[in-house]
């Protein structure tokens, strides 16, 4: 089998996609962390867009490791604010703040905004690159929702507790894990990729 290394230092990512991918790859390519594969440089994700971003961190790894390279870039964008935070969500209100102080931050910038524009959307980019010949392989997934005024939940992790998905009536946060894995901008990124990659037949 072959191994594929993860282009993140997010564990709860790494278990996210775990759960996510392996159902496919199984008996076909192991996962394995970029600490696994001897990896522990930095990612510089110099990128404009979720696109370039998840490039850089699939091709870094990629080279480093001659390993096969899957790195997904994701992030939170809201309509009243003209998308952001966007590609800057783990980074929104610095680089040290934990996910309860970019929840506060969101809210108090989000204050006034009405109920009925406070949509939003998750979105999730896969990259996978070979190293033998450079190949890329990308998909994007998409999730609609509306940011509430309050956390809602404690499970999942990020801004779930504050993201509203209608047709289910509750936030990520509320959801159980196969619950979000089914809707989530990373489960139809997952299902776009698996199909690039004919691996679901």
């Not at 790894?61 to 994701?74: E, H, K, N, P, Y």
């Not at 980019?125 to 997934?141: E, S």
């Not at 779930?160 to 936030?171: A, C, E, I, S």
Request: include cysteine.
């Amino acid at each position: 089998m072959t191994d594929i290394v993860l282009a993140t230092k997010n564990n709860h990512k790494i278990k996210e996609l775990n759960a996510m991918l392996s159902p496919y790859i199984a008996g076909k390519f192991v996962i394995i962390s970029m600490e696994e594969a001897g990896f522990n440089g930095d990612m510089e994700e110099s990128g404009t867009t979720f696109e370039e971003n998840t490039r850089i961190k699939a091709e870094t790894v990629c080279r480093a490791t001659g390993l096969i390279a899957f790195a997904d870039d994701s992030g939170l964008e809201v309509d009243a604010l003209n998308g952001r935070p966007g590609i800057y969500s783990a980074r929104y209100g610095g680089d040290d703040a934990d996910y309860d102080k970019k929840i506060r931050l969101l809210l108090s910038e989000m204050e006034n905004i009405a109920d009925e524009k406070r949509t939003a959307r998750f979105v999730s980019v896969f990259c996978c690159v070979y190293p033998n010949d450079g190949k890329c392989v990308m998909a994007r997934g998409e999730c609609e929702g509306i940011i509430i005024r309050e956390k809602l939940g404690d499970g999942n992790f990020g801004y779930d507790p504050v993201f509203y998905y209608p047709p289910y009536g509750k936030t990520f946060a509320q959801m159980t894990t196969e619950e979000k894995n089914t809707v989530s901008h990373r489960g139809r990124a997952v299902e776009k990729f698996i199909k690039m990659l004919c691996l679901d037949k």
